[in-house]
C-alpha cells in the first residue's frame, strides 16, 4: 500500500480535524461488503484525491461509490428479498413497507386500520386511496423463501371487502368511489389465486407478480429500499428503528434525527448517512 495520505488532515463531522487512517476506511468498506482487494484498491484510488481539511464525510461517500461501481452497482440490490424477509417476525413492517410503496404509486394511504362493514368490523392493513378508486389490501409475510399464497386467502378477503364495500357504498364521502380488494405478499401467490383473483377483480401483488409491475420490479423502479440492507447498522439498531415504523431507506433520509434518537454515535450517524446517499442516488 503507498503512503501518501499519511501526513493528510481531515474534518470530521463535529469540526475537529484528526490525521487520516487508512486502517478505518479499509474497515468501513469491508463492513459494506467489500473484500480486502477491493478495499485496498479503492484506497489507493481515493489517495491521490486526498487534501488537507477534506471532510470525512466526502471521502467515505467517494470510496462508497467506488465500491458500487465495482461490483457493478447490484450488491446490495442483489439482497433484496432476503432483506425484506428480514423486516422482522410479525407482519406489520411488510405492512408499512407496503404502504410506501403505494404512496410512490400515486396513492394516500392508511395502515393497519379498522373500519366499519354493513356487518362487523375489519382491521385492513392497508387502504390506498386516488382519484375516486379505493383499493382495500390485504398483507402476507413470510420469512420463508418459495412459500406460496393458498387459495384461502384471495376467498377470505373477497368476503371482507365486500362487506366494508357495502357500509361505504352508502356514504355519502364515498358517493362515486370504486372498490377493489388487494393482497400483497413478499413471496408468491398459487395458480388457483391468480385464477380466481382474475376471475373477481382481486389486484395480486407478489415478488414476481404481475409481470412487468410485480413487488421486484415496482422496488427496483422507485428505489424503495428496505433498512435492513443497510450494512452500516447492526441488527439491533434495525429493529430500534422498525420498531418506530422506519422500514424503508427513504423513511430514514425523512427522518434521520431517529439515528441519534435509538443511541448512534454522531461518527456512526456520519457513516450510515454516507451509505444512505449512495443507495439512494443509485438506481438499476
Known amino acids: 500500500m503507498v503512503n501518501t495520505s499519511k501526513h493528510i488532515m481531515v474534518t470530521k463531522a463535529s469540526g475537529e480535524m484528526e490525521a487520516f ?49 465495482k461490483m457493478k452497482g447490484s450488491a446490495i440490490r442483489y439482497r433484496i428479498k432476503d432483506a425484506l424477509m428480514e423486516l422482522g417476525d410479525s407482519g406489520h413492517p411488510f405492512e408499512i413497507f407496503t404502504g410506501e410503496i403505494y404512496k410512490h404509486l400515486g396513492y394516500s394511504v392508511e395502515t393497519a386500520i379498522v373500519v366499519e362493514g354493513k356487518s362487523i368490523t375489519h382491521e385492513m392493513d392497508v387502504i390506498a386511496t386516488s ?14 423463501q418459495g412459500k406460496y399464497i393458498s ?94 415504523d422506519i422500514v424503508t431507506c427513504e423513511q430514514l433520509v425523512k427522518n434521520s434525527t431517529m439515528l441519534s434518537e435509538i443511541g448512534l454515535s454522531q461518527r456512526k450517524i456520519q457513516t450510515v448517512r454516507i451509505e444512505l446517499d449512495v443507495l439512494m442516488q443509485t438506481k438499476r
Open 21 to 69: 487512517e487508512p486502517i478505518k476506511l479499509l474497515r468501513s468498506l469491508n463492513r459494506a461488503g467489500a473484500n480486502e482487494q477491493i478495499a485496498h484498491q479503492i484506497l489507493l484510488d481515493i489517495e491521490p484525491s486526498l487534501s488537507n481539511g477534506i471532510s470525512t464525510r466526502k471521502i467515505y461517500k467517494k470510496a462508497l461509490s467506488l465500491l458500487r461501481q
Open 151 to 244: 387459495i384461502q386467502v384471495p376467498l377470505y378477503v373477497y368476503s371482507r371487502v365486500n362487506d366494508i364495500i357495502a357500509y361505504r357504498s352508502k356514504q355519502e364521502k364515498y358517493k362515486n368511489f370504486s372498490f377493489t380488494a388487494g393482497v400483497v405478499t413478499n413471496t408468491r401467490f398459487s395458480p388457483d389465486c391468480i385464477k380466481y383473483a382474475s376471475d373477481y377483480g382481486i389486484n395480486l401483488l407478489s415478488w414476481d407478480y404481475p409481470e412487468g409491475k410485480s413487488l421486484r420490479e415496482i422496488i427496483q423502479k422507485e428505489n424503495i429500499l428496505p433498512i435492513t440492507l443497510l450494512s452500516t447498522l447492526n441488527q439491533h439498531e434495525k429493529k430500534s428503528l422498525i420498531s418506530h
Open 131 to 144: 382519484q375516486g378508486t379505493q383499493q382495500l389490501i390485504e398483507c402476507k409475510y413470510s420469512k420463508l
